[in-house]
């Protein structure tokens, strides 16, 4: 199983919003609804940011949303701030009942 | 609150093996599957496989197939992750998470750092 691809970073200005996309096959993202989200700062453990596609655990900031069309996921922050400089990850249920995680985005604020 | 507690950093030689644990607490032990996921240095998130810690049964993704052991005590409500014919490429974080449902992955264990060096 391929991780899945996303690209390597993403920049934006404070207060705009910037979409990382996260592509898969038939076999992951196009066929099940269990994309979820992470992100990462340096030496911390991943935090959940958005799962089945685009429901926000609870304590996660509004301004971050997901959404899926065929085999690709996105993650959109809008409003950008500075704590959202982080690394982000994709990953997603596949058709051999495990799981793969993207390639990792790294989210600049300029 | 629900916490998964890891054991210590570890530095084991090539051709050894290591057995990392990942404790809970503040739920019911067989409500979450628990998930190894593993970060090599410089590198990104890899999956490694999962434990139902009702049943014990596993899936573990195909290139850890027969070098990797998944197994938990519900006595102790830990699960553990077992690797052997350690190489300097599994160097690397590992953590555990916990899934109460399909695809939500948390909460997350804070880590564990595995050195494999001669």
């Known amino acids: 199983q391929s991780a899945l691809t996303q690209p390597a970073s993403v920049s934006g200005s404070p207060g705009q919003s910037i979409t990382i996309s996260c592509t898969g096959t038939?076999?992951?993202?196009?066929?099940?609804?269990?994309v979820s989200w992470f992100q990462q700062h340096p030496g911390k453990a991943p935090k959940l940011m958005i799962y089945e596609v685009s429901n926000r655990p609870s304590g996660v900031s509004y301004r971050f949303s997901g959404s899926k069309s065929g085999n690709t996921a996105s993650l959109t922050i809008s409003g950008l701030q500075a704590e959202d400089e982080a690394d982000y990850y994709c990953?997603?249920?596949?058709?051999?009942?495990?799981?793969?995680f993207g390639t990792g985005t790294k989210v600049t604020v300029l | 609150q629900v916490q998964l507690v890891q054991s210590g950093a570890e530095v084991k030689k090539p051709g050894g093996s290591v057995k990392v644990s990942c404790k809970a607490s503040g739920y019911t032990f067989t409500d979450y599957y628990f998930h190894w996921v593993r970060q090599a240095p410089g590198q990104g998130l890899e999956w490694m496989g999962w434990i139902n810690p009702h049943s014990g049964g596993t899936i573990s993704a195909q290139k850890f197939q027969g070098r990797v052991t998944l197994t938990r005590d519900t006595s102790i409500s830990t699960a553990y992750l077992e690797v052997t014919s350690l190489r300097s490429d599994d160097t690397a974080v590992y953590f555990c998470v916990g899934t109460r449902y399909e695809g939500r992955f948390d909460p997350w264990g804070q880590g564990t750092r595995v050195t494999v060096s001669s």
């Open positions: 038939s076999s992951d993202i196009a066929s099940y609804n269990y």
């Open positions: 990953t997603s249920y596949t058709s051999s009942t495990t799981y793969v």
